[in-house]
T-cell receptor
Framework: KAGVTQTPRYLIKTRGQQVTLSCSPISGHRSVSWYQQTPGQGLQFLFEYFSETQRNKGNFPGRFSGRQFSNSRSEMNVSTLELGDSALYLC????????????FGQGTRLTVV | SQQGEEDPQALSIQEGENATMNCSYKTSINNLQWYRQNSGRGLVHLILIRSNEREKHSGRLRVTLDTSKKSSSLLITASRAADTASYFCATGFTGGGNKLTFGTGTQLKVEL
């Protein structure tokens, strides 16, 4: 069974630009969550999508948005990039809330210059 | 903000020794999970313990959960150099979907 795939792996963007990150969950998993990891703030929850609906949202500004498609693939968008958005963005897929385990992709390393 | 703290922040041991990491959290939970992360890569799920469980084993891993103290510990027995990584606890909440709140992490270094 293929794992969680995130693309691209690395990205360099300029302040003010926007970026879209992609995540393909494990086949059969309908829940996709996104996390931001930085040295200063650690791992922070961005949002969760389940069956194309945003189910939970973390405490991030509206510049951070996401969506999920009918095949459960998810995208995350960050508009008007700031230097502080430089981070490792991790996607996790889960089978169900009852099971609980999350399976993570390798992440997208975003650098904003 | 993060749910809890882990201690120690860093731990250095010799191969073959046991490593113990502790996690404290702040609110009621549905489950607590431990993850491993190698050098800025993705997180690997290690073990999940539910709020009504007190202890769980998986291979060389042993996890305990004390909901009255809002704390958990992860014991890795007979550590190997390949266990060198950062370890994070994460908590899930009833009604929280699959949202996980992570601790600050423990950096484990196992030396030959």
């Amino acid at each position: 069974k293929a794992g969680v795939t995130q693309t691209p792996r690395y990205l360099i963007k300029t302040r003010g630009q926007q970026v879209t990150l992609s995540c393909s969950p494990i086949s059969g998993h309908r829940s996709v969550s996104w996390y931001q990891q930085t040295p200063g703030q650690g791992l922070q929850f961005l949002f969760e999508y389940f069956s194309e609906t945003q189910r939970n949202k973390g405490n991030f500004p509206g510049r951070f948005s996401g969506r999920q498609f009918s095949n459960s693939r998810s995208e995350m968008n960050v508009s008007t990039l700031e230097l502080g958005d430089s981070a490792l963005y991790l996607c996790a897929s889960s089978l169900s809330e009852l099971r609980g385990e999350a399976f993570f992709g390798q992440g997208t390393r975003l650098t904003v210059v | 903000s993060q749910q809890g703290e882990e201690d120690p922040q860093a731990l250095s041991i010799q191969e073959g020794e046991n490593a113990t990491m502790n996690c404290s959290y702040k609110t009621s939970i549905n489950n607590l999970q431990w993850y491993r992360q190698n050098s800025g890569r993705g997180l690997v799920h290690l073990i999940l313990i539910r709020s009504n469980e007190r202890e769980k084993h998986s291979g060389r891993l042993r996890v305990t959960l004390d909901t009255s103290k809002k704390s958990s510990s992860l014991l890795i027995t007979a550590s190997r150099a390949a266990d060198t990584a950062s370890y994070f606890c994460a908590t899930g909440f009833t009604g929280g979907g699959n949202k996980l709140t992570f601790g600050t992490g423990t950096q484990l270094k196992v030396e030959l």
